[in-house]
């Protein structure tokens, strides 16, 4: 198994490039399912979570020209063979995310088999709101050895509410609803940037989507859909990652190939900090000169503070001049890092959903497990500032969702390697 060993207190001085993001890629691939005919989809990560996808879809029947050792960032689908309706447990274990097939089959098909998702390390993470909006638009499900099976003629547009808005759960819905017969509301929606994006692509393959990046998304169902050739946009918390590196190593970095405008949250919140930064919608620099200043956060559903970035910032904390508190109000367990950054000697107590944290001047270099993908970022970021060496084993969590990532870091002055345990 692979681990990470950092040497930190390098400065970073460099150019970044942000790759496509990763939860826009995934809902993109499962929307090529909705119709025959090839689709070419650019700026794709090469990441594990989207070779699992991929595999799902092979197991499908959909042609799919992945080969992990090509650097390229196109891929080519065919989706015209689809012939099997069923995610099996291997793959839906290894990925949530595989739940995204769910919609677009039922509404090609009218049948799908996906493996109900267990918990995962941050939380129970139910599919309820998925499976409700479903039955209201007509399908039938039932729960059969671990199996969700889902049958229906037409789907019918129906009006749906989110208790809590749900990300893959509006995806999910979207792509049921764009080929079901009258008009489907999904109201208390998700508005992520990705779920902007799923929607932009879905009416370029000749969807009616109205109210796209607004809490209140109308679907009229057509009968065909077209496939298009697509670019997925950039990853948002790829990039905030970056940004939060120069909070702990120092430094200078220019990031390019963004969106900033997807992280008005987390640059206001990274400003408060001290962090300098400059530049434009697609291309930005961030510099830290002084001490970092303590900042409360509280993730929120998009436009809010995402919790995606939630362990990273976390570690900015930990070397901040005074109390924060950050509070986690999307999932129930997501401060496993805590520990870990313990390790390192951060001084931080979790109560509850909130973690309180008392920046204190230096971490020092400790051996850490990653957890989950996110955590094992800010381990990253927590070793780049840590004096001497850290060393974080089962970084297969980060491969999962962060393309080069030493690669990446190690071109911009961080003394970084990866190495067989
Ligand atoms: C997506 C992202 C993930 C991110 C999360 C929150 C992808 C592939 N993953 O995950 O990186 O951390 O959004 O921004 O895009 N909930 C229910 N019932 C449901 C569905 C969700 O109660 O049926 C709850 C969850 O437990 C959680 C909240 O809704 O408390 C938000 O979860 P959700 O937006 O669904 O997360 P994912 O789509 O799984």
Not at 57 to 65: A, E, K, P, R
Not at 317 to 328: F, P, Q, R, Y
Not at 382 to 408: F, M, P
Request: net charge positive.
């Amino acid at each position: 198994m692979d681990q990470l060993v950092i040497e930190g207190r390098h400065p970073l001085k460099g150019t970044i490039r942000i790759s496509g993001a990763k939860n826009a890629a995934l809902p993109i691939l499962a929307a090529t399912l909705l119709t025959g005919g090839t689709f070419r989809l650019q700026n794709i990560p090469r990441l594990v979570d989207i070779k699992t996808f991929t595999d799902l879809m092979t197991d499908l029947g959909v042609i799919v020209d992945y080969s992990a050792d090509n650097d390229s960032d196109v891929l080519n689908i065919d989706s015209s063979g689809l012939s099997d309706h069923e995610a099996p447990y291997d793959l839906v274990r290894k990925m949530r995310a595989s739940i995204l097939v769910l919609g677009p089959l039922l509404s090609r098909t009218g049948k799908a088999r996906v493996s109900l998702p267990g918990g995962c390390a941050i939380g129970a993470r139910p599919i309820n709101l998925h499976l409700k909006g479903l039955e209201l638009m007509g399908a039938k499900l039932r729960l059969k050895k671990g199996y969700i099976e889902a049958r229906a003629g037409r789907l019918n547009g129906a009006h749906i509410y989110f208790d809590t808005p749900s990300v893959t759960g509006t995806e999910n819905l979207m792509m049921a609803a764009v080929l079901a017969k009258g008009t489907t509301v999904l109201r208390n929606a998700a508005r992520e940037p990705e779920i902007l994006a799923l929607g932009q692509m879905l009416n370029q393959m000749e969807a009616k989507i109205k109210g796209l990046g607004s809490d209140t998304v109308k679907i009229e169902g057509v009968r065909k859909l077209r496939p298009v050739d697509w670019a997925i946009i950039p990853d948002r918390i790829e990039a905030g990652t970056y940004m939060m590196a120069v909070g702990t190593a120092g430094g200078e970095l220019i990031i390019e190939n963004l969106l900033a405008n997807h992280l008005e949250a987390v640059i206001s919140k990274l400003r408060s900090t001290g962090l300098q930064i400059e530049g434009d919608n697609t291309r930005i620099s961030v510099r830290k000169k002084g001490n970092l200043h303590s900042v409360d956060i509280k993730t929120l559903p998009y436009p809010g503070f995402p919790t995606d970035l939630q362990a990273q910032i976390m570690v900015l904390m930990a070397l901040a001049d005074g109390l924060s508190v950050i509070t986690e109000t999307i999932f129930e367990n997501r401060f496993m890092h805590v520990a870990e950054l313990r390790r390192l000697g951060a001084d931080i107590k979790v109560e509850g959903r909130s973690a309180l944290i008392k920046g204190i001047n230096e971490l020092n270099g400790a051996p850490v497990m990653a957890t989950d993908l996110r955590a094992s970022a800010s381990l990253v970021l927590a070793g780049l500032a840590a004096k001497g060496t850290t060393t974080i084993s089962r970084v297969y969590h980060l491969d999962r969702g962060y393309e080069c990532l030493e690669r990446k870091l190690a071109a911009v002055g961080a003394n970084i390697k990866r190495e067989k345990a």
